[in-house]
Structure formats: structure tokens, C-alpha cells
């Protein structure tokens, strides 16, 4: 019997508090490995059809061209950008983490003359900059801001900017990788034009696909490009004719991860959506008095904290990579380290989708109370998870009362 | 309870006998469901690294740059034309078919000037005209040629056109997203600099991922580019940092895709690339041999058909996507029909991966009949289902002997 060079993959059982893959539920592991039937079939054009229109309840519209797109959440950032731009254009960009830049570097890649705003990375681009950036340009065709930037754990206020990027005849794209499915994002509500997510943090699925919805107007601007899209597997004008009436053959769905996202949307849209975001809301508010009580000091600016990811200081004389790799070691818990300047600075701790809950904060808080042990940092024993207990408590009492 | 839109995924078992997906064997779902880890988690990277190791076993190469692309079939096409051509560079490719008209699509898309050798569909491109097109240019960067057309059902020989690449001085890209793992590919025996394929045909995964090598040379020539290639998601440079040593991040690789494609990896390497090449060629052997008692016609030219994937002309008066639904609905069997100027007029039948094997072939041929009798088409019964039996004894009288 010849070797194959490996053995079965045995991956260990995580507790997923990064920034992303998230925990994936029982019932989306399930339909994971439902029967794999042909991408043309037409069982498979119906479970297509749902998917499209789970995904327009989860964004909150009523856009037609709403799909995964094939590829992970870059790739649904990337065909965001280069559908909307083309050589000649010129964008403007916030700029407050490592996604925004992330976005310049695609719409430049696009042909686009890219205006950046920028601001600390933990802090919200402020309208005024970007109103400003806006009228210094004789004809704007985009303004892109990140909803929830996964470096910093910032959320970004999105209704003012829309309205300007209209008031200065832009398009506007948020990009709601890490918010979707975890705090709001109605995309027809805030006028939202472009609007992409994945699917491994809030929504609650493997990571592998990227929802994405363009609004009327957006299409109407793609109809009348003078250049080709630059990546023709993003080129949605060819994406849209597979996914719509006419089913024209693009590229083979990935059936299994399209299955997977559909119950994952369904799960979602079952909990309901005001109620996902209240949870989020609830255990990101509990996880961060915990933090505090242990006297650590949260990264981004409180008035602005995404609910599904925390940035807290690593503090002084504390070695990053050692406590977590003392949280994946000894607990079997991911955290994220910091990226870009905030490397070795901050960690990320995801509360996303199903990762979500009440046992996590606990066993987190714990967790990390031993892991700074070792690094000599004495706390009061217990603290954080106390805290954390405390709030729940109290939420509880409030919702009963 | 709120109401999501629709019910779980519930799609029915199908034998897929198309031009992919194929089915996927229960050791493959089985490695789908392993837990999800984080995509930094050494484990994961453990199980990257062997995926890589895994893939060069597959394409007989030892390319260092050598992984799967997060993105189907299509995705891989696109890296390693956006990877290897920018703008200035001309690009002769060679068109026989579907597959080859969409590189010409990606290279110019990529900026190159294209020259295209054109063949019959059902034919394969001939040596002289590549040489003839090769000599006109001043300086050809890339000779594209598809080893085995999807729509046509042609193996192209490789060896004489990858010398002929060189000897001009050009690098030389076979598409293998329907032949790897069901006829040989020697990536370095051979000559090729890039080769890519896809997850859901002879290597037997669900449809998702594009297993992608590259060369030396044409790594030298990417480090060489002017400009950066025109995808960020495709763009190897970067992508190689993240399977590299470094790890830097780029994307979130499709977690449970991966695990999927790792052991559908490890199946093909554990039944022996030369068993599993022998494998396909038998059963399509068996499988023509009964079309053709049928009084059917195979379209590709009899010296160069790809073992995985049949074409057969829809004879006269019979209504092909009426065959086609009968297969469906009554046998739950899926077959293709032709595309482009094939369209009604030939059935793509795979037998790629797992679902090649002998009990399909018989399946096939014994439903194929009762749908061409509802058509009025008269033939002698069980004729088709006899002679790949009679083909099936003959062989296993030969290996016995």
C-alpha cells in the first residue's frame, strides 16, 4: 500500500475568540456535508435563490444583486472596490486600521486616484475630514469606510458619511466584514450603495465566501464603465448572470460552503436579527468590564467600541505572544495579536456569532487572569470574571424588572 | 418565534456524471466537519504545510510555490494569468474550446496583447501553428494551452508545446482543473511553469479551492513585474507570504475547505497517482465502448480524448435537455450538456474522481437508454450496459493473465 505523506487531519477543539473564524454551530457543521449536487441543478438554483434572499433580510435590503461571492471576505472587499472603480476615478478612503488601508491598496490597483482620510488607529474618521476630502476633488466616484475595523475594534458611525458621499454625487461602500450579523447594518436604511461582509465572524459559518449587495445606483454606475472590471472571477457583471434568471455558466458555487451559509444565514434570521445584536451588545459590555476590573486598559475610543471585537493594552512588561500562546496552550482559546502599528501593542478578542455567549466571557476572563500570572502581573484573584458576572447579573435583573 | 425565510438545506443525492462536481467521497465530508481552528493556528499551519506537500505529490513537481488558491477553478485560472502577464506582454493561447476562449478573456483583462491558436472544437491545437505563432511575435511572455477541455472533451499533449514555449523563450501555463488526478500531470517533468486545477473533478473535493503551482521562472519573471498584478486577492506575491514561512497574514483561508481538499489529497496519493490515472482511463473506455454499441457518436477525435469527460453527440431529432431532465428526475443522475457552439448538440459525461467507477458507467448506460426510448429512439436493449461489461471482462481478463 503506497503512503500518502500525512495522516487525516485531526485539528484541535477551539474556543474561537479572535478575530475571526468564529465557532461554527452544530447546524451549519451539519449542512456542510449535505449531498453535493451539481451547480446548475436545479435543487441547487433554489438553495441559491434562498441564500440571495436570507442575505438581503441579513443586510437589510432590498437590492437585487445580492449573492456570495465565491472567495473570503477580501475577495468580496475586492469586488466591491474594483466593480466601483476603474482608471480616471477617484476615491476617497478612510483610513483608521489595517482594512482601510487594505482598500486603497485595492482601489489603486483598480486604476483609481485614491484621496485618504485618516485618523489614530482606534479613533472614527471624523465627517468634517471627509466632507473636506470630498469637496477639494472636482468629481468623487466613491467614498469607502470600514463599519467595524477588526484591527482596532472601532465602529465606524456610517449614516452622515452616506449622505455626504450622495450630497457629493459619490458612490458609498461600507465594508461590514466583522459587523455583519453582530450589530446593525441596513444597508437600504443608511443608503448604503455597496456593502460586503464574510462569512466566519458574525454571521457564523467556515470562512470561504463573502456576501455582497450593490444597490441600484451602484449598477447603474457599473453599466457604464468604459473599461472592463480588472478581475474578471469579481467582475459581478458576469457574477450577476449566473446568479440571476438567466443562469449563464461563470464559475462552479462552492456548493458545501453555499449550503453551509444558508443555515448560518437561517440561524441568524431564526434568533432575529435586533436580538443578535443585542447579544453581541450584551457579552462585548460584559467582557469589557471584566477587562477594566482587572485593570487593563481597552484600545478603542469608548464612545465608538464594536461589540464584536475588543482591543484592550497589553500591559507593561508583558510579553504578547507569550500569553497567547499560554491561552491556546494551556485553554485552548485563540485570541488575535495586534496588526500594523498595533503589533505586540493590543490583543483582539472576537465575540462573534456563535462564539458569542455567556460561557466564553467567563472562561476567557479566567483564562487570561492565569496567563498574566505567569508573566508576574498579580490581580485580585478572580476579578474579571467577578465583574463580568456582576454586569450579567444586573442585565438580567433589568430585563425582569 | 420569528420566521426565517425558507427551511434548512435538504438537496437530493445525485450520481454526478457531469463536468463537475463530482462526488465527494465520505472520508471527504468526514474531513469537512473536523473543528474549526483559526487560520494562524499552529495546527492549521501544520495542515497548510502539508496540504502543500500534498499538492506537489498531485502535480509530480517540487515547486516550492505550490498551494491552493481560495477560490474555485476559475480563481486559479485568473492567478496565473494576472500572475504572469501585465501590461506590454503578449500572450499566445492556444483556443480549442470553452476554457481556452476564457484565458484570452483574463489575459487581456491583465493587459496583454493576445494571440490566439485556434482549433475545431473536438480537436486538439496543432504543434506547428503554436510554433508558427510563437516565431511572429518579437518576444511572447506565456504559452497558455488547456490539458483537458471541459467542453470539448480533448487532452491536449503537453511536452512538445512546453518545449516549444522555451526554446521561444516563453513561460508555459497548462490549465489542469479537469485532468489532475485522473490523467498524468508532471508538472516538472514536463516543463510547465504554472498549472492550476480545481477541487470538485479527479481530485474528488467539493467545488471551492484551486490547487496552483508555480515554477522558478516564473517566479523570477513575477519578482520581475512592472506592475503589480491586477488582482490584491490573487495576487501570488502575497499570497505566497502567507503559506510562506512568514505567515504573514493576507487573507482568511477557507478553513474547512482546506481540511476537505488535505484529504482528498491524501485519498489520491493512498490509491496511487498511476492506479488512480489507470482508474479513468478504464471506466471511460468501458463507458465509450457502450455509447457506441448504443449507435452513438463521440465527438472529441478519437486520438486525444480526456479519460474523465465524454462528449457524445445528441443524435437527430432527439431533444437534448429533455435527456437530460429524464436523467435527472427519474435516475437522479446529472450529466452536462455542450457549451457555446456545442449547445444541444453533444452530453459532457464525467467520470472524475469518485464517481468513477463501474457501477456508474452501467447506471448510466442502462438509464441513458430509457431516456433516448421516451425520445422514440429505438435500440437494442441493454446493448450499451453489455458491451462495457463485455469491456469490463475483457480487461480483467488481460490483468489476470
Redesign the interface.
Same mark, same amino acid.
Given at each position: 500500500?503506497?503512503?500518502?505523506?500525512?495522516? #487525516? !487531519?485531526?485539528? #484541535? !477543539?477551539?474556543t474561537?475568540l =479572535?478575530p +475571526?473564524?468564529s465557532?461554527?454551530p452544530p447546524?451549519v457543521?451539519?449542512?456542510?456535508?449535505?449531498? !453535493?449536487? =451539481?451547480?446548475l441543478?436545479?435543487?441547487?438554483l433554489k438553495?441559491m435563490d &434562498?441564500v440571495m434572499? %436570507?442575505l438581503r433580510?441579513v443586510f437589510q435590503t432590498k437590492n437585487r444583486l445580492t449573492l456570495p461571492v465565491? %472567495?473570503? %471576505?477580501?475577495?468580496g472587499m475586492?469586488a466591491g472596490i474594483?466593480n466601483a472603480l476603474e482608471q480616471g476615478d477617484v476615491a476617497v478612503i478612510g483610513v483608521n486600521g489595517y482594512f482601510g488601508g487594505?482598500m486603497v491598496?485595492?482601489a489603486q490597483?483598480s486604476g483609481a486616484t485614491v484621496v485618504t482620510v485618516e485618523a489614530e488607529w482606534g479613533r472614527v474618521i471624523p465627517m468634517d475630514a471627509i466632507e473636506s476630502a470630498l469637496k477639494k476633488q472636482r468629481k468623487v466616484k466613491l467614498l469607502a469606510l470600514v463599519h467595524a475595523e477588526t484591527s482596532t475594534g472601532i465602529l465606524q458611525p456610517i449614516v452622515e458619511a452616506a449622505k455626504l458621499a450622495h450630497h457629493y454625487d459619490a458612490l458609498f461602500l461600507a465594508d461590514t466584514v466583522t459587523s455583519l450579523g453582530g450589530a446593525e447594518v441596513a444597508v437600504d436604511g443608511w443608503g448604503v450603495d455597496i456593502c460586503y461582509s =464574510?462569512t &466566519?465572524k458574525c454571521i457564523g459559518a467556515?470562512? +470561504?465566501l463573502a456576501p455582497i449587495t450593490f444597490g441600484e445606483t451602484a449598477v447603474e454606475a457599473m453599466r457604464k464603465r468604459t473599461h472592463?472590471?480588472?478581475?474578471?472571477?469579481?467582475d459581478m457583471s458576469l457574477v450577476e448572470q449566473y446568479w440571476g434568471a438567466g443562469r449563464v455558466?461563470?464559475?462552479?458555487? #462552492?456548493?458545501?460552503?453555499t449550503?453551509?451559509l444558508?443555515?448560518a !444565514?437561517?440561524?441568524a434570521?431564526?434568533? =432575529?436579527l435586533p436580538a443578535r445584536w443585542a447579544r453581541h451588545r450584551l457579552h462585548a459590555a460584559a467582557l469589557q468590564a471584566g477587562l477594566e476590573a482587572m485593570g487593563l486598559t481597552l484600545h478603542a475610543d469608548a464612545a465608538h467600541r464594536a461589540p464584536m471585537l475588543t482591543t484592550v493594552r497589553v500591559p507593561d512588561g508583558v510579553d504578547d505572544a507569550a500569553v497567547r500562546k499560554a491561552l491556546?496552550t494551556n485553554d485552548s482559546i485563540?485570541i488575535g495579536g495586534g496588526?500594523g502599528p498595533l503589533k505586540g501593542k493590543v490583543w483582539r478578542i472576537g465575540l462573534m456569532g456563535h462564539s458569542c455567549n455567556e460561557g466564553n466571557v467567563l472562561l476567557f476572563l479566567e483564562a487570561l487572569e492565569r496567563a498574566l500570572a505567569k508573566q508576574g502581573r498579580k490581580a485580585q484573584s478572580g476579578a474579571g470574571a467577578e465583574a463580568a458576572s456582576a454586569y450579567y447579573r444586573q442585565e438580567r435583573k433589568k430585563a425582569t424588572t
Amino acid at each position: 500500500m503506497p503512503q500518502p505523506p500525512y495522516a #487525516p !487531519v485531526n485539528p #484541535p !477543539v477551539r474556543t474561537l475568540l =479572535g478575530p +475571526g473564524p468564529s465557532s461554527v454551530p452544530p447546524e451549519v457543521m451539519a449542512a456542510l456535508t449535505a449531498p !453535493v449536487v =451539481g451547480h446548475l441543478d436545479p435543487e441547487f438554483l433554489k438553495i441559491m435563490d &434562498q441564500v440571495m434572499e %436570507g442575505l438581503r433580510a441579513v443586510f437589510q435590503t432590498k437590492n437585487r444583486l445580492t449573492l456570495p461571492v465565491s %472567495g473570503t %471576505g477580501s475577495a468580496g472587499m475586492e469586488a466591491g472596490i474594483c466593480n466601483a472603480l476603474e482608471q480616471g476615478d477617484v476615491a476617497v478612503i478612510g483610513v483608521n486600521g489595517y482594512f482601510g488601508g487594505r482598500m486603497v491598496e485595492m482601489a489603486q490597483r483598480s486604476g483609481a486616484t485614491v484621496v485618504t482620510v485618516e485618523a489614530e488607529w482606534g479613533r472614527v474618521i471624523p465627517m468634517d475630514a471627509i466632507e473636506s476630502a470630498l469637496k477639494k476633488q472636482r468629481k468623487v466616484k466613491l467614498l469607502a469606510l470600514v463599519h467595524a475595523e477588526t484591527s482596532t475594534g472601532i465602529l465606524q458611525p456610517i449614516v452622515e458619511a452616506a449622505k455626504l458621499a450622495h450630497h457629493y454625487d459619490a458612490l458609498f461602500l461600507a465594508d461590514t466584514v466583522t459587523s455583519l450579523g453582530g450589530a446593525e447594518v441596513a444597508v437600504d436604511g443608511w443608503g448604503v450603495d455597496i456593502c460586503y461582509s =464574510g462569512t &466566519q465572524k458574525c454571521i457564523g459559518a467556515p470562512p +470561504g465566501l463573502a456576501p455582497i449587495t450593490f444597490g441600484e445606483t451602484a449598477v447603474e454606475a457599473m453599466r457604464k464603465r468604459t473599461h472592463k472590471a480588472n478581475s474578471w472571477y469579481l467582475d459581478m457583471s458576469l457574477v450577476e448572470q449566473y446568479w440571476g434568471a438567466g443562469r449563464v455558466y461563470h464559475h462552479t458555487a #462552492p456548493i458545501s460552503m453555499t449550503y453551509a451559509l444558508h443555515e448560518a !444565514v437561517r440561524l441568524a434570521l431564526e434568533e =432575529g436579527l435586533p436580538a443578535r445584536w443585542a447579544r453581541h451588545r450584551l457579552h462585548a459590555a460584559a467582557l469589557q468590564a471584566g477587562l477594566e476590573a482587572m485593570g487593563l486598559t481597552l484600545h478603542a475610543d469608548a464612545a465608538h467600541r464594536a461589540p464584536m471585537l475588543t482591543t484592550v493594552r497589553v500591559p507593561d512588561g508583558v510579553d504578547d505572544a507569550a500569553v497567547r500562546k499560554a491561552l491556546l496552550t494551556n485553554d485552548s482559546i485563540e485570541i488575535g495579536g495586534g496588526l500594523g502599528p498595533l503589533k505586540g501593542k493590543v490583543w483582539r478578542i472576537g465575540l462573534m456569532g456563535h462564539s458569542c455567549n455567556e460561557g466564553n466571557v467567563l472562561l476567557f476572563l479566567e483564562a487570561l487572569e492565569r496567563a498574566l500570572a505567569k508573566q508576574g502581573r498579580k490581580a485580585q484573584s478572580g476579578a474579571g470574571a467577578e465583574a463580568a458576572s456582576a454586569y450579567y447579573r444586573q442585565e438580567r435583573k433589568k430585563a425582569t424588572t
